[in-house]
């Protein structure tokens, strides 16, 4: 089995469980998994140590024409707008969940720079599926992150709000 980084790694069920192409799949997997290796370069890896890879970062975003790997993160997320790819949508995220952490083998993971661990996969898998029923209005500083459940009531047609929840904007 030919060991890759994550993205490619984390790719492969959700090209077959969403039906979406391999590369599209990789595309919006990459900001997830990078932000996140970004974030926790003390679980560094590599041989190389985690301030070679955070200079590795840092050349990317400077090649992308951004003064910071964060910067160029975001640049990335702009980009996959601008090519409309846009993250799977699941009907059911637990199930979908718990199917894609399954899914991950963790021998194509052992090139990748940082360790990633079972609940580490759930977490950036949670982070790349969207949520049929849960959605997120972003304005004046601040998200508002609203969950939709279906009535029990076979005759009602209407949507009920389970919760709401507000948080400031990073």
């Given at each position: 089995i030919a060991q890759t980084t994550a993205a490619h790694a984390f790719s492969y069920k959700?090209?077959?469980l969403y039906k979406?192409?391999?590369?599209?799949?990789?595309?919006?997997?990459?900001?997830?998994?990078?932000?996140?290796?970004?974030?926790?370069l003390d679980k560094c890896i590599d041989k190389r140590g985690a301030e070679y890879l955070a200079g590795i970062f840092e050349d990317i975003a400077k090649s992308m024409g951004c003064e910071d790997s964060a910067c160029a993160i975001k640049e990335f997320r702009v980009l996959l707008d601008t090519m409309e790819l846009s993250n799977?949508?699941?009907?059911?995220?637990?199930?979908?969940?718990?199917v894609l952490s399954a899914s991950v083998n963790p021998v194509r993971l052992k090139n990748n720079p940082i360790e990633l661990r079972e609940d580490?996969?759930?977490?950036i898998y949670s982070k790349m599926i969207t949520d049929m029923n849960k959605f997120e209005l972003t304005g004046g500083g601040k998200i508002l992150t609203i969950s939709i459940v279906h009535h029990k009531n076979q005759n009602s047609p209407f949507f009920g709000f389970e919760y709401y929840r507000e948080r400031r904007a990073a």
């Open positions: 959700i090209t077959s979406l192409p391999h590369g599209h799949a990789v595309a919006v997997g990459l900001p997830v998994i990078w932000e996140y290796m970004l974030n926790n799977p949508v699941s009907d059911d995220k637990e199930v979908d969940l718990n580490t996969i759930r977490i």
